[in-house]
């Protein structure tokens, strides 16, 4: 007789949401929002797809917090202050549309909302191409330490100016902006990007804080901003709306690993509803590649276990029982979602690349009429066009990749068939 598995199993929230089984659909880019950045029809018959597609709860890609710091300039973003729906008529009828698209079919949906900071391409926002980003510290980013890296990351992007109080206190009103939003839109809840070098993350990490004042030089102050953004986003929403937090694991060094971990005992006082475990950024996409690029630098131990940041989310676990985990990166099989499960590394399964291609993948693992052999969708390198074999510089890769199924996602908002790589 099978065993049920035990992806099929509900969670539940301390905010008092239930995912009704393990498999969610992580974020990723869309790049689908034009100059307005606001959602629009295709953006939600994308999301429309995968509500209906069997997943136990949906990520959004980027909601921006500040129309004038975008990651890309297609990423959809809060224009402007919301306290409310008395001053935030003319914000609500696009996000509410948006919104109803994600959930109408019962799926929980959370909104990922981010600031990028410094990792803002020049020409994304409506800060000009001159202005410069914001950050914890003056420290420009350098996608590549060579003569073309620094070329190219001085080209694409601005020099950051260190944040003051006053830029502080209006980020993080902006994300308390945008959580209410959300709320008040119908969403099931916020995840705060704290990962893949974007604002949060940066003020994490002591390779870009170089602050000495209360936001700078231990673990717990350099998590007073992500403290900060956290607590007043509880006060301004409901206490069933979910707020969870995104975190890096791969591109802290084991140096800082202990940092890494009092930083998420931090987090969990402060009551997040669940935390996902993910990792990569411009300066480190190597973890944001390919699934095969990834495993060739792990063991085979790792290989066979699957998922990018297994050991990082065992020892999560270990640390803070209680905490529900969120493990993404390298799913692609019941087999190795299972795995995960079954030996305590996470609570949630988060999938990307595989919901691109097939937005209603957890139909095919959570069937058990399925065999374990034909429950999975693997995919291949996205082949480089042959202009990007000459171009210098580790995070080609990452571009083409986050292209590639960025147009899937449209494909899937289009009805039209979705294509997986070849190569």
């Known amino acids: 007789m099978t065993m049920p598995s035990p992806l099929n199993n509900p969670v539940n929230l301390p905010c008092g949401v239930v995912f009704p089984n393990r498999i969610v659909k992580a974020s990723m880019a869309e790049m689908m929002c034009g100059q307005g950045n606001l959602p629009n029809d295709d953006l939600a018959e994308a ?4 509500g209906r597609g069997g997943w136990g709860a949906v990520l959004t890609g980027n909601v921006q917090v500040d129309v ?3 990651g890309t300039p297609y990423d959809p973003a809060v224009h402007g202050s919301y306290t409310g729906e008395e001053n935030g008529k003319e914000l609500l009828p696009a996000w509410k549309s948006y919104a109803k698209a994600c959930t109408q079919h019962g799926t929980p949906c959370i909104v990922q909302i981010n600031h990028p900071g410094r990792q803002s391409l020049r020409l994304a926002g409506k800060r000009g191409i001159c202005g410069s980003t914001i950050a914890p510290s003056s420290v420009p980013l350098v996608i590549d330490d060579n003569f073309y890296g620094r070329l190219i990351s001085r080209i694409t992007f601005p020099h950051p100016r260190e944040m003051m109080q006053e830029d502080i206190d209006t980020v ?3 994300f308390v902006d945008t959580a209410r939003l959300m709320a008040d839109s119908g969403f099931t809840g916020v995840q705060l990007h704290g990962a893949h070098g974007y604002l949060i993350d ?3 990490n002591p390779t870009t804080n170089m602050r000495t004042d209360s936001y700078g030089g231990s673990p717990s102050k350099r998590a007073k901003f992500a403290l900060g953004i956290i607590s007043s986003v509880r006060a301004a929403v409901p206490a069933n709306f979910c707020v969870g937090m995104k975190l890096n694991s791969a591109d802290h060094s084991s140096d800082t690993f202990e940092d890494t971990m009092a930083q998420i005992g931090l987090f969990v006082e402060a009551g997040i509803d669940f935390l996902e475990v993910s990792g990569g950024s411009y300066t480190n996409p190597e973890m944001m590649n390919t699934h095969n690029t990834v495993q060739e630098k792990k063991s085979s131990r790792s290989v066979a276990r699957e998922a990018f940041f297994l050991e990082f989310a065992t020892e999560t676990r270990k640390r803070y029982p209680n905490l529900v985990l969120m493990l993404t990166g390298g799913f692609r099989t019941r087999g190795g979602a299972e795995y995960a499960i079954e030996h305590g590394a996470c609570d949630l399964i988060g999938v990307a690349r595989p919901a691109a291609i097939n937005p209603s993948f957890p139909k095919l693992l959570l ?11 693997q995919l291949k390198r996205v082949p480089p066009p042959f202009y990007a074999r000459c171009v210098p510089g580790k995070a080609v890769g990452m571009g083409l990749e986050t292209a590639y199924y960025s147009n899937q996602i449209k494909r899937i908002s289009k009805g039209l068939k979705t294509i997986p790589p070849s190569s």
């Open 367 to 377: 069937n058990e009429s399925v065999a374990d052999e034909d429950a999975k969708l």
């Open 172 to 174: 993080t009103a902006q």
């Open 68 to 70: 004038n710091h975008l």
């Open 202 to 204: 940066q003020f994490l």
């Open 47 to 50: 999301y429309n797809q995968w």
